[in-house]
């Protein structure tokens, strides 16, 4: 068969404009593609919920590929192991008992394609800039392209609508700051403020990532990182099973509200 650019040039943007309008009205819209946005939209998907992921970078996986400070490898204790290895199937030697290791490359690249086979549609090179709240409760997500944000220029954003959002931006929580610059400090924390993170403690950043897993502002939830800087809660470094975890919680409590 001869090759038509053209061709090629019009599959990709026909399909691309037909999925993003497709996407426009989400049951889940998750911000940040890192381990516990991938976990999340991963259950939600396979559940049968329509979930749309928005990623600022080119690549998908966060905090996730470079191991503990580029030492490609990542620590899971057993509960994430359970995730990591009995869900994703990615492969975990027992370094010493309660210790797990995984190759960040075949973790992160696993749980990619497993949440995409799943159904969950990844948008990379976008960012989310701001959110649209209707009757005190947040109802879409405001979208430019990360070029555009990248180069200042002034480029109107578009918006889509989802019944609920995720921030699983990480430690800069990114939704939720949007959220308290807009309407002030009403979120569901102990202080109606984000309270920011605390400084390294893997072993009370794990535990209480999972209780800071939760709604903060009505259908605006917070997975991994974020949790624990919304919550005034200690970041655990390069272990990575709190992340795994709290994607599976975010999705659960999800499935709950959404029925
Ligand atoms: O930081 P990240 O990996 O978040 P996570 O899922 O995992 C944290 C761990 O990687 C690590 C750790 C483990 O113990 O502490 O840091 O909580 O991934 C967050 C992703 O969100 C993207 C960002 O590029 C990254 O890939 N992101 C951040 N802000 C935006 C965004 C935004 N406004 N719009 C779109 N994507």
Known sequence: ????????????????????????????????????????????????????LFERKLSIGGGMWGGGMMF????????????????????????????????????TSTLCSKACKAGLKIFNLISIEDVMIRDEKINGLVLNWTAVEMAGLHVDPLTIKSKTVIDATGHDCEIVKVVQRKIGPRLMTETGKIMGEKPMWADKGETSLLENTREVYPNLYVAGMASNAVHGAHRMGPIFGGMLLSGKKVADLIMEKLG
Do not use: W
């Open 1 to 52: 068969m001869k090759l038509d650019d053209i061709k090629i040039s019009k599959a990709i943007i026909e399909e691309y404009m037909d999925e993003l309008i497709d996407y426009l009205d989400v049951d889940v819209a998750i911000g940040g593609g890192g381990p516990s946005g991938l976990t999340a939209g991963y259950y939600l998907s396979k559940a049968g919920f329509k979930v749309s």
């Open 72 to 107: 490609n490898k990542i620590v899971v204790q057993e509960a994430g192991r359970e995730i990591l290895q009995g869900e994703f199937g990615v492969n975990c030697q027992e370094h010493e008992k309660g210790y797990y290791v995984a190759d960040s490359i075949e973790a």
